[in-house]
């Protein structure tokens, strides 16, 4: 009877047959479906369409060294000058980065409890502590050193996190509870402890204004230091990220801990059978990775909000995507990092202040972004459709060549 | 049933069992703390719930220890948080208690919440009893929500509005199944990326058709009014039956008719025999020649189809209208109702009811100034009681067998 082999275990399949390959031919095939739907839906060519998103991304400012970026975006008649472009390209670039900031962190939140064979849905959640955690310590201790006061905030919001997928953890690891049922909840009991904290008279509403739905502002000793832009520019919480991915690779492939949770991801009976407590590489696999996405809410909430509200807590959904990020990203930290500013710039291309309305609605571009994520995780999942596409691709030749030889 | 049981009615008597007589005493011990401090009652002493829930939690106590494991634990916790619940609106000022609590509106109101999970939670049955876990019904709800609309929009007629909706429904539940059934995804992956798809086609599609005009008028879904209700002697109790359940959308009904189906289908057929055997046992029910891809197929699909009902009683029955991601969750909680109600139709029923009446007290409890905020907070209560549910804290949840794994047919 064959047994059914774990995620994990079929991710590294991935691995071996495609490494780059699969994730590229996912992200190509999702973006021709789209195309497709703007082709039949609107009657508008998609390419022009997919360009002016990639215009809004900002990412072009990366050559403009090189380059009048004018000529590569076709804005003459927009920007009068070079430097104008350049400036609007560097902002928006800044915008794309801070996204890609979060999507690392809660990609990683992903990543990591998959690589001990658990499903962490409950990203969005931790991320919703992590930033009840860093309004509750960086409105309050107003003076404090900001050296003292930021990493206090960031390491509450990183406990947070842990904690809120450490109940997932401890109770998969203890009575069996599945992962994915308890991180639903966790999520929803996140959503409506968050909205009733910043509802009017709720805990953590404003002092100032009594009739909006929102926290204070953080005080100024626990704002992030901005690196590159203005007030809302690219903050340093991007190398925290950066940071993040490298601690994910070295504790999982450095470490006695992450040894033992990628043998219980992998096989969680030979690795009980090793001496590998599987109970505690849940816990700790759970922790660890709630930790990244408490990070990513306080490192959102520090970095560029600096307030919270009902609204946010309703528009946001960085913690669902993350969970494509990680998907995509196959697990690993470099290809997370790359998926993490892929869907950074599509969600940053597609915004209503980015996108050219007269090029696209950006209120259609964004639903077309959730379809294009949506099909990035349908064809990640069926291993076998892209593989077996991939494969055949290679096949297709061979007869031609027996043929010739013949 | 038992085998004790089944003998008492094969005979034609009634064996009386204290143990379960003794459980069923212990929950309306509970019931009864709770409600002799709400109005109309409105008791002012806190003793009264004291003492009635605990007796309450003694009959439940007793009721475990003399065999009826499950029901003793649910009722003495049903008395707990009766007792509870009691000395809290003992407390409360009378006049707020009765700006919370009418309750004919707290029944219909309870209804009207309950029908989207009902439906939803019982299209999550059959895919689940069938071995394929399906945490796309939010999505599945939001595409029966939107296609309603539009395909009553353009047919004017409510009846064609609901079977395309359905239709819908069934089509994304299609994808849902080719990928986790053919394919052989992660069903939780394919469930993910199903909640993005229906969330993007659904708002591409309503802004591509409506823009910002909005989806104007529509065909409605119609009312069934009982007024004969009102008849009913005493006329107390006609009157509240006339206000809580004489003005019902026909689709409350339906989610009604819907669970005892299930209920037959599921356990008194041989369909639902196949499903149950194909999610419990995949390779046995092969063995004996049940085809497994095709029974998970029409499972899934058909589970599809009553997600989206939920969506359209939400659209064509009770809002009239369709804004983007307008399901909000609702397909989450009627997962967590057929998790909280063990994966059985009544159980999904009664926990539908339990979730609807929360969400039916939290926007009352905004009505008093000092308890708005709470109002809020009681919208976690039904995701928190899932979570001690799997806990296993009241009766454990127990999946069926072979839940989220693939079939590989040798």
Not at chain 1, 287 to 297: E, N, P, V
Not at chain 2, 23 to 36: D, E, M, P, R
Not at chain 2, 344 to 369: C, D, H, K, T, Y
Request: net charge positive; glycine share 12%; hydrophobic share 55%.
């Amino acid at each position: 009877m064959a047994t059914r082999p774990s995620l994990t275990a079929r991710l590294s399949l991935h691995q071996r047959a495609g490494g780059l390959v699969v994730p590229l031919l996912t992200t190509l095939l999702a973006f021709v479906v789209a195309g497709i739907v703007v082709l039949v839906t609107t009657g508008k060519n998609p390419l022009p369409i997919f360009r002016g998103i990639f215009d809004g991304t900002g990412l072009l400012w990366l050559v403009h060294w090189a380059v009048d970026i004018r000529t590569i975006a076709g804005t003459h008649d927009l920007y009068a000058t070079e430097a104008d472009a350049v400036a609007v390209a560097a902002i928006n670039l800044q915008q794309t980065l801070i996204l890609t900031t979060t999507l690392i962190l809660t990609g990683l939140a992903v990543a990591f409890a998959f690589r001990c064979g658990l499903f962490n849905i409950g990203g969005q959640g931790q991320y919703l502590v992590g930033v009840i955690a860093a309004v509750v310590i960086g409105t309050n201790f107003a003076g404090m050193p900001r050296l003292v006061h930021v990493p206090l905030a960031l390491a509450c919001a990183g406990l947070a996190g842990a904690a809120w997928a450490g109940i997932a953890g401890f109770m998969r690891a203890t009575v069996g509870s599945h992962e994915v049922i308890t991180t639903i909840m966790l999520n929803w009991i996140a959503f409506w402890a968050g909205s009733y904290l910043f509802s009017i008279g709720g805990p953590l509403q404003s002092e100032t204004q009594k009739s909006v739905p929102i926290s204070d502002d953080v005080v100024e000793s626990a704002k992030l230091h901005v690196l590159w832009g203005g007030v809302q520019g690219l903050h340093v919480g991007f190398l925290i990220a950066i940071a993040a991915l490298v601690v994910f690779w070295a504790i999982l492939n450095r470490t006695t801990l992450g040894f033992g949770i990628r043998a219980v991801g992998l096989n969680p009976e030979a690795a009980r059978y090793a001496g590998i407590s599987v109970t505690r590489s849940y816990f700790l696999a759970m922790a660890i990775a709630g930790s990244f996405a408490g990070l990513a809410g306080g490192v959102d909430l520090l970095g560029w909000q600096f307030r919270f509200g009902q609204i946010d807590i309703q528009g946001s959904d960085v913690g669902f995507v993350g969970i494509a990020v990680a998907l995509l990203g196959r697990n690993r930290a470099l290809g997370i990092f790359l998926s993490a500013l892929l869907f950074a710039a599509l969600l940053t291309g597609t915004s209503a202040r980015n996108l050219d309305a007269e090029v696209f609605d950006p209120e259609l571009a964004g639903n077309l972004t959730l379809i294009i994520q949506g099909l990035i995780v349908l064809f990640v999942g069926a291993d076998l459709l892209i593989l077996s596409a991939w494969r055949a691709r290679r096949r297709l030749p061979r007869p031609w060549r027996r043929r010739e030889a013949a | 049933m038992s085998a004790q049981a089944e003998v008492a009615l094969a005979n034609g008597r009634i064996t009386f069992r204290p143990a379960r007589v003794a459980g069923v005493v212990s929950i309306a011990l509970g019931v009864l703390a709770f409600w002799v401090a709400l109005p109309p009652r409105t008791t002012r002493s806190e003793l009264v719930p004291v003492v009635l829930g605990l007796l309450g939690i003694a009959a439940g106590l007793f009721s475990w220890r003399k065999g009826e494991t499950r029901l003793g634990w649910t009722a003495a916790m049903i008395a707990l948080l009766g007792m509870l619940g009691g000395v809290l609106a003992a407390q409360a000022a009378v006049e707020n208690l009765k700006v919370v609590i009418t309750w004919s509106a707290v029944l219909a109101a309870t209804l009207r919440f309950a029908t989207p999970l009902i439906f939803a939670s019982i299209g999550g049955l059959f895919s689940e009893r069938s071995g394929v876990v399906n945490i796309g019904l939010e999505g599945m709800m939001l595409m029966g929500a939107f296609f309603a609309v539009l395909g009553g929009d353009k047919t004017d007629s409510w009846v064609l509005g609901l079977l395309i909706g359905m239709a819908s429904g069934a089509a994304l539940a299609l994808v849902h199944a080719f990928f986790s059934i053919q394919l052989r995804s992660d069903q939780i992956v394919s469930g993910t990326a199903i909640n993005f798809l229906a969330l993007g086609i659904t708002g591409y599609l309503y802004i591509d058709t409506y823009g910002q005009e909005g989806t104007g008028d529509l065909p409605e879904v119609p009312n069934v009014n009982l007024d004969w209700l009102s008849r009913i002697p005493p006329e107390g109790l006609g009157s509240f039956l006339e206000k809580s359940i004489g003005h019902l959308n026909l689709m409350v009904w339906l989610a009604f008719l819907t669970v005892v189906l299930a209920w037959v289908v599921m356990f008194r057929t041989t369909i639902g025999l196949r499903i149950r055997s194909v999610g419990e046992h995949p390779r046995a029910a092969d063995t004996v020649g049940i085809s497994v891809y095709a029974t998970r197929y029409a499972a899934v699909t058909l589970s599809g189809a009553l997600a989206a009902l939920g969506g359209v009683y939400l659209s064509l029955g009770f809002v009239h209208s369709f804004t983007e991601n307008m399901t909000a969750g609702r397909g989450f909680i009627a997962l967590a109702a057929l998790i909280f109600g063990k994966w059985r139709p009544f159980g999904a029923l009664g926990a539908a009811m339990l979730f609807g009446f929360a969400s039916a007290i939290a926007p009352r409890l905004q009505n008093v100034e000092s308890w708005a905020t709470y109002g809020t907070l009681f919208q976690a209560l039904p995701y928190l009681l899932t979570l001690i549910a799997v806990a296993g804290v009241i009766g454990r949840s127990i999946p069926p067998a072979a839940i989220g794994r693939p079939y590989i047919k040798q």
